[in-house]
Structures are given as structure tokens and as C-alpha cells.
């Protein structure tokens, strides 16, 4: 069994915050295959041929207790991470594994239960604030406009999820570096530079 974990806040007012693109985009996928979503104590789950996605119900600083409590319910192979990163432009995508925190609670969090080579990882760029702390700017909801940009990206996504669920992280790897070819035009077949290795 393979997992899929989001990272976002659970309570309902947090719904359409930045800090909970993650969740915005596994709902999406779910929506997509007509998947519902069962309650266990510490996450929202789904089950998807050799695949759980979860929701953690913790709120984002505390997401490592679900990742725990997954791990001993299910006998997890590989681990898969959707989070929001305020380090990369509004709708940007980066596919990695490993990597630091980047100072995101959430990651911190899962970094107590797992090391970051054990993690893989679906950024999702929410951008930076040029006026609010980033405390704020995280929980502040998208206008509905904004986050209208984050349709293709959002499917993008939900792309990458099945090819997760169909193939394995490879394949999301090869998938992503055809996507940045065609994206930005680079003949470069990195998935990520050492620019990019900074970010983190």
C-alpha cells in the first residue's frame, strides 16, 4: 500500500485558505474518480486500488501524528506529500523527494516521523505576501478569482496523482519533466536545478 497525505487545516473555515491547497487539490482528484472520504480520529481517508489518501484532522503543526497513526494502521510502502510552498510563484509545481521544511510547520511536523528522503513531494506555489507576515498570508482564503488561476494547475495535479496511483513516483517524475520541457521551452531534462535545490 502506498500513501498519499495532503497537508492542510481541517476545520471548515480553513477550507479555501492558501496553507490548504493540498487538501483543495486531493478533493479535486477524489471528486474525480467519485471517491468519498471516511472519518478516522486523526484523518479524513480514502482508499483507491493499491492506494490511501488522507486528510489529517490534526490542524497543519500537528500533521505528523496522522502520518504516525496511518503508518501503523497500513503497511505503507512509499509516501507521497501535497503541500503548499511560499517560496514558489502563485500556481508554480515542483516534484521532488526529499528536501527540507522550508520552514512550513507542516512538513516539520512529518520530518518527526519519517526523514525527508523518505518523503516525496508535490509543491504547489502560493507566493509570497508584500505586505502580510506569513503567518497571515498562509490562513488568508484565496479571492475566488485567484484561485480560479489554480484550475490547471490544480488538474495538473490530480494528473499526477493517477500516474502515482496507476504507475509509481517514477513515472510522476517523468511526467513532470515532460510537463516543464513543454512549459517552459528549456531542453534541459532536470527535474530541478541547483537553484531550485535551494528553495528548500
Given at each position: 500500500m502506498r500513501l498519499i497525505l495532503a497537508l492542510g487545516n481541517h476545520p471548515i473555515r480553513y477550507q479555501n485558505t492558501r496553507h490548504n491547497i493540498g487538501f483543495i487539490c486531493l478533493d479535486h482528484w477524489a471528486d474525480s474518480h467519485n471517491l468519498g472520504f471516511s472519518s478516522d480520529d486523526l484523518y479524513d481517508y480514502t482508499i483507491f486500488r493499491n492506494v490511501v489518501a488522507i486528510k489529517p484532522?490534526?490542524?497543519?503543526?500537528?500533521s505528523?501524528?496522522?502520518l504516525r497513526a496511518a503508518l501503523l494502521r497500513w503497511n505503507i510502502s512509499e509516501s507521497l506529500i501535497?503541500?503548499?510552498d511560499i517560496e514558489l510563484q502563485p500556481q508554480d509545481l515542483?516534484?521532488?523527494s526529499g528536501g527540507g521544511d522550508g520552514g512550513h510547520n507542516g512538513l516539520k511536523s512529518l520530518f518527526e516521523v519519517l526523514p525527508p528522503s523518505d518523503l516525496?513531494?508535490?509543491?504547489?506555489?502560493?507566493?509570497?505576501?508584500?505586505?502580510?507576515?506569513?503567518?497571515?498570508?498562509?490562513?488568508?482564503?484565496?479571492?475566488?478569482?485567484e484561485l480560479k488561476k489554480y484550475d490547471e494547475c490544480i488538474n495538473r495535479v490530480s494528473n499526477f496523482l493517477d500516474t502515482?496511483?496507476?504507475?509509481d513516483f517514477n513515472a510522476v517524475l517523468n511526467e513532470?519533466?515532460?510537463?516543464?520541457?513543454?512549459?517552459?521551452?528549456?531542453?534541459?531534462?532536470?527535474?530541478?536545478?541547483?537553484k531550485e535545490e535551494k528553495d528548500d
Open positions: 484532522k490534526t490542524y497543519m503543526n500537528q505528523g501524528k496522522a501535497i503541500h503548499d515542483r516534484v521532488r516525496r513531494r508535490i509543491r504547489i506555489g502560493i507566493g509570497r505576501s508584500s505586505s502580510l507576515p506569513v503567518d497571515k498570508y498562509v490562513l488568508q482564503e484565496f479571492e475566488p478569482d502515482y496511483v496507476n504507475r513532470y519533466s515532460q510537463y516543464k520541457k513543454s512549459y517552459s521551452g528549456e531542453k534541459s531534462t532536470r527535474i530541478e536545478s541547483p
